[in-house]
């Protein structure tokens, strides 16, 4: 089956600096620096960013960040949790919008 989606894409993505060098180079520094121990550790954020790669439904960054997460210790219990976070974040996102369905329906109705 045809995809959009190359799984052979994702370690070329430092070639995205032929169109702006100093861009890319600014993205990548800001991005290294994000994922440094902070306040949350290097692991958390992996976690946190797999989830979010869950949420966007990015498949580069849901391949990266499994593989970031468990380089950085982070286990399949772990890490399936952060998924269900991601779930439970976006679902209930998509459900609470039914509000503005139901005082537009409300507001025809009457």
Excluded: N
Excluded at 29 to 48: C, P
Excluded at 62 to 86: C, F, N, P, R, W
């Amino acid at each position: 089956m045809d995809t959009y989606y190359k799984p052979e894409h994702l370690p070329r993505f430092g070639e995205i600096a032929e169109g702006s060098q100093p861009l890319a180079d600014a993205f990548f520094s800001y991005y290294g620096k994000v994922f440094e121990d902070g306040a949350l550790t290097a692991r958390e954020k992996a976690l946190i960013a797999l989830a979010v790669a869950h949420t966007v439904q990015c498949p580069y960054c849901i391949d990266a960040y499994t593989s970031d997460s468990l380089a950085k210790g982070a286990d399949l219990e772990q890490m399936t949790e952060a998924v269900h976070v991601a779930c439970a974040i976006r679902g209930g996102a998509s459900l609470v919008h039914g509000i503005q369905m139901l005082d537009q329906a409300k507001a025809q109705l009457m």
